[in-house]
């Protein structure tokens, strides 16, 4: 009993980590309906700048979220501007562009840093949390508590502001809303840029734990995938509680069955929900099919 509930804590610390990562991915997949794949980069951008300013001015990484967020949200904007509005008429062609500006990303930053690996020499990396007889890593509860904090303020957000409640409805019906005189260019340029400034904060949040190199973003994107699919489409909540149903499974079968397959274990899962389930746990039935009815 004992052994489960040390498994479960330090599952639902690794769920907040990748629940932190996907909120992002969600809010664009479930409004704008397109797989962002460089999603991941964006998480790099916001560790490599959480880097600068600790490294150049000194700023502690948890402060420096106030600059490398909204410094990400406008590149965010950028992206959605520059490259995926002009291919609104060609959904397909938004996902390839994404997955380009993956590889344009990465193969920069290589360029530019000749992949030498960074990592912010902070005492807070090696911090313990005693909690009873288990010592958890600080920097991963301050993770999960803040993952739960931007997610209740993102769905508070999207409740209670008119701004909010006009992403939700372009989430629902895109014609509908445009009908109703809500600009749904702009709500997708705003989306996106929230998106991307969540990303941007997930990497501030998790510099003090990984080593920062070009590819670091690949670690968290399958996994962000499959939360998005497990929580539902555009959910805020689902990204959570998906994050930590793949974090508790991960670290589940990583104990119990093998470290090796713990990644394949969460990915049967994310197989089985797309097939019951395509909506997700929190999903609206029928929301997954929104984008495609109102492309033809």
């Known amino acids: ?27 664009i997949f479930g409004v704008v309906r397109i797989v962002n794949f460089a999603q991941g980069e964006l998480v790099m951008f916001g560790m490599y700048g959480t880097y600068v300013a600790h490294a150049q001015f000194g700023i502690n990484p948890y402060l420096a979220v106030l600059v490398v967020a909204p410094a990400v949200g406008l590149l965010g904007m950028a992206i959605q501007r520059l490259v995926i509005q002009p291919l609104t008429a060609e959904p397909n062609m938004q996902i390839f562009a994404t997955f380009g500006l993956l590889i344009f990303f990465q193969n920069t930053v290589l360029a530019l840093t000749r992949g030498q690996a ?34 209740i303020g993102l769905h ?4 209670r502001t008119m701004t909010g409640k006009s992403i939700r409805a372009v989430t629902q019906d895109k014609r509908a809303a445009r009908t109703m005189g809500i600009n749904v260019e702009r709500t997708y340029l705003l989306t996106f840029g929230i998106g991307a400034a969540l990303a941007g904060m997930a990497g501030a949040l998790l510099t003090p734990m990984y080593s920062i190199t070009p590819g670091v973003g690949g670690n968290f994107i399958l996994a962000a995938f499959a939360v998005v699919v497990l929580g539902g489409l555009g959910s805020v909540w689902g990204a959570y509680i998906g994050g930590m149903v793949v974090g508790v499974v991960e ?6 069955i093998d470290p090796a397959l713990r990644s394949a274990v969460w990915f049967v ?8 389930r395509p909506s997700g746990l929190m999903g609206q039935v029928g929301a997954e099919e929104v984008g495609f009815r109102e492309q033809h």
Do not use: P, Q, W
Not at 10 to 24: A, D, F, R, T
Not at 136 to 144: C, D, K, N, Q
Not at 251 to 256: D, I, M, P, R
């Open 1 to 27: 009993m004992e052994h489960i509930v040390t498994v479960l804590v330090y599952g639902l610390l690794l769920g907040g980590v990748y629940g932190l990562v996907s909120i992002g991915l969600n809010l």
């Open 118 to 151: 960074y990592s912010i020499g902070n005492s807070a990396g090696n911090a313990v949390v005693e909690l009873g007889d288990l010592k958890l890593s600080a920097v991963r509860v301050v993770t999960l508590v803040a993952t739960t904090v931007i997610t």
């Open 156 to 159: 508070l957000f999207l409740a």
């Open 251 to 256: 670290v589940f079968a990583g104990f119990y």
């Open 269 to 276: 899962i994310f197989l089985i929900v797309l097939i019951v």
